[in-house]
C-alpha cells in the first residue's frame, strides 16, 4: 500500500522557515520523483517543487526558487522542503504527491497530472 505521510507545517512569521516531511512508503522511491504541492481555498493547486530520487534533479515554481530547497534521504524514504524567507503568500495546505512519470509546467514547478497517490496535507500559515 502506497503512503505519503506530510508532517511539519506550522504557523510563523513573514521572514521565517519551516522544514516540511514526506515520508514515503509501498514503492520503489527510487524510480519515482515526489512533488509537493499546494492549494488554498478557491484557488488551484500549484505545483511547488520535485525532486527525482532517482538522480536528484530539483525543480522549482518560479516563485519559491532561492528561497525553498527540495531535497531526499534515502536512507528514510523521505523528501524535504526546506522553506526559507517564508511570505503571506505561501500560506497553504502542502501536499506531496508521487510520480512516476514528472512534466514541469511553465512555471517551473511540478504538474500535478503526473501524481499517482497523494498524501493528506499538513498546513502552512505565514503571520504578516
Known amino acids: 500500500e502506497v503512503q505519503l505521510v506530510e508532517s511539519g507545517g506550522g504557523l510563523v512569521q513573514t521572514g521565517g522557515s519551516l522544514r516540511l516531511s514526506c515520508a514515503a512508503s509501498g514503492f520503489a522511491f527510487d524510480d519515482y520523483s515526489i512533488g509537493w504541492f499546494r492549494q488554498t481555498p478557491g484557488k488551484e493547486r500549484e505545483g511547488v517543487s520535485a525532486?527525482?530520487?532517482?538522480?536528484?534533479?530539483?525543480y522549482y515554481l518560479d516563485s519559491v526558487k532561492g528561497r525553498f530547497t527540495i531535497s531526499n534521504d534515502k536512507s528514510k524514504n523521505t523528501v524535504y522542503l526546506q522553506m526559507n524567507n517564508l511570505k503571506p503568500e505561501d500560506t497553504a495546505t502542502y501536499c506531496c504527491?508521487?510520480?512516476?512519470?514528472?512534466?514541469?509546467?511553465?512555471?517551473?514547478?511540478?504538474?500535478?497530472?503526473?501524481?499517482?497517490?497523494w498524501g493528506d496535507g499538513t498546513v502552512v500559515t505565514v503571520s504578516s
Open positions: 525532486i527525482h530520487n532517482g538522480d536528484g534533479a530539483t
Open positions: 504527491g508521487d510520480m512516476w512519470s514528472l512534466a514541469i509546467s511553465a512555471s517551473g514547478g511540478p504538474n500535478q497530472d503526473g501524481v499517482d497517490y
